[in-house]
């Protein structure tokens, strides 16, 4: 047991994971398990470690530490896009609106003011070159866009209303 222990201890400080460690056992989860729980507390590889605004962790203990209400495979995809590690975690500043004193994402503010305009329309203002207090907070424009037009070919219409009339 002593090797197996000394072999655990070593491959976990080089970085070894404990699938990895377990597979060269050739022991299950559990079996593992029981194995650590008499051995003691070690601490195992858990994947890369960054810093960010001061504090140093992995991905996880970095989201947990802020408080991030963002998925670590988010992160990591943001990363592998090379966004700053800022932007992968914090998401891209420039996104930020600041609308009437208050700083936040599309929805934030939608949701801070109580707003009834969907974050679709307010990107589609910004992008026609509306201000932020327009995008916003202009009105709602409640007609459509283009009038209801009844689009079905006139001979689908005819065979339509002689079913109809065969039905009477």
Do not use: W
Not at 24 to 33: A, D, I, T
Not at 44 to 73: K, N
Not at 132 to 138: D, H, I
């Amino acid at each position: 047991m002593c090797e197996t222990t000394d072999l655990i201890k070593k491959m976990a400080h080089e970085g070894s994971s404990k699938k990895a460690i377990r597979d060269v056992l050739g022991v299950s989860k559990r079996s593992f398990r029981d194995m650590l729980s008499i051995i003691g507390p070690i601490t195992f590889y858990s994947g890369p470690t960054y810093t960010v605004r001061g504090f140093h962790g992995t991905v996880r203990q970095i989201i947990q530490h802020f408080g991030l209400d963002v998925a670590e495979r988010t992160v990591r995809f943001r990363m592998e896009d090379l966004y700053t590690l800022e932007e992968s975690f914090f998401g891209k500043e420039l996104d930020l609106d600041e609308v009437r004193g208050f700083r936040g994402n599309t929805p934030d503010i939608i949701k801070h003011f109580g707003l009834t305009i969907s974050s679709d329309r307010v990107y589609k203002r910004k992008k026609a070159g509306k201000s932020l207090e327009e995008a916003y907070f202009g009105p709602i424009d409640m007609t459509r866009s283009r009038p209801y037009t009844n689009n079905r070919p006139k001979q689908h219409q005819a065979s339509f209303a002689q079913g109809e009339q065969a039905c009477q």
